[in-house]
């Protein structure tokens, strides 16, 4: 198969691909007869990287403040948008039935932006949020006066989670008060490695994720020269940092399925987190594929009572 056209991709001289899928875009909305289940809004977050944040209010909010979830979409690192209908959605949801205010960050893709630039647009945002809970008198009205900035999360799906996790592992040393960040939740993150898997074996032709494609988002997405022995790829590698760091982590929940092609590699991860002394909650179903919460509403429901019970652990210690 021709990975470019499975991807609707088509390289371009200079390194960057054209980027052909129709995909739908959905614009942020704050009227109150919008038909979507959250208001939201965009905000600039590095106008020079062309990088914003779309927040989602969930209405009718709760007269509390809301727990803030930082949330990161998927594509392999090269493809969507915080404004792509299907992450749009999926932000209602989660911002309604979690009752929290999720804020989706707009991050550079690859090859054009190849990483570190996603981490480091991960890290411009948590210093954003940080700027808003100092800013007492200013700000986001949304933020300044709804978030509670002492219950965040940090939420990805697919490469999203890969960010969530390498972005976590940066927070360890610096200073984010007063936000506090209460736990990771990683929706089948996207992981790799030189040596195929079982899983990615079986999976050669998969309809979501097929090996070619799956091996095509690596070679333009990792540092020029680095392989799938990366620590960005793999984050179970000898030497990677994270084998070091695991222990200082907060609370982390991985979701997978076993229809993913990528499950062997969220197993082995979360193996290593809990190696090095992290708190983890797992969360495998049998069946599913990539994505599958963004395609069947059942199983993001699913994923919606998972993350509310993985939350809910933190809003019953603060009425302790």
């Known amino acids: 198969m021709d990975p470019y056209a499975f991807l609707k991709l088509s390289p371009n001289p200079d390194g960057s691909v054209t980027r052909l899928s129709s995909r739908p875009m959905a614009p942020a909305s704050a009227a109150p007869d919008s038909p979507d289940l959250a208001l939201s809004k ?3 977050l590095d106008p020079g990287r062309s990088t914003f944040v779309r927040i989602f209010l969930p209405r009718p909010a709760a007269p509390a403040r809301l727990p803030v979830v930082l949330y990161f979409h998927g594509g392999g690192f090269v493809l969507f948008s915080a404004a ?31 990483l570190p630039a996603a981490y480091d647009d991960a890290m411009a945002a948590l210093a954003w949020l940080r700027s808003q809970a100092l ?7 949304w933020l300044r006066e709804r978030a509670d900035f002492e219950r ?17 592992l940066r927070s360890l040393d610096v200073d984010l008060a007063p936000v ?30 097929p090996l070619p494609a799956n091996d095509l988002m690596w070679s333009l997405a990792l540092p020029e020269g680095a392989d ?6 793999d984050p179970t590698a000898d030497g990677a940092a994270g084998r070091e760091k695991a222990g200082r982590l907060p609370r982390c929940l991985v979701r997978g399925h076993t229809g993913d092609p990528l499950v062997d ?9 809990e190696a090095g002394g992290a708190r983890v909650t797992t969360s495998f179903d049998e069946g599913g594929f990539h994505g599958v919460e963004l395609a069947d509403p059942a199983k993001a429901q699913a994923l919606v009572e998972i993350i509310r019970d993985f ?10």
Do not use: W
């Open 42 to 44: 965009d905000l600039p």
């Open 84 to 114: 792509s209908r299907m992450f749009h959605d999926s932000c209602c949801l989660h911002a309604s039935a979690l009752g929290a205010i999720v804020v989706s960050v707009e991050y550079r893709l690859a090859p054009e932006h190849r």
């Open 135 to 141: 800013d007492s008198g200013g700000g986001e009205p």
């Open 152 to 168: 965040c999360y940090l939420m990805g799906s697919s490469a999203g989670a890969n960010i969530v996790y390498h972005a976590a």
């Open 180 to 209: 506090k960040i209460r736990g990771l939740i990683l929706n089948q993150p996207y992981f790799g490695g030189v040596q195929r898997t079982e899983s990615e074996l079986r999976s050669d032709n998969d309809r979501i994720l």
């Open 228 to 233: 799938r022995s990366h620590e960005y790829c």
């Open 265 to 273: 590699r969220q197993k082995k991860f979360t193996n290593m987190l």
């Open 311 to 320: 939350v809910n652990v933190d809003a019953v210690k603060s009425t302790m």
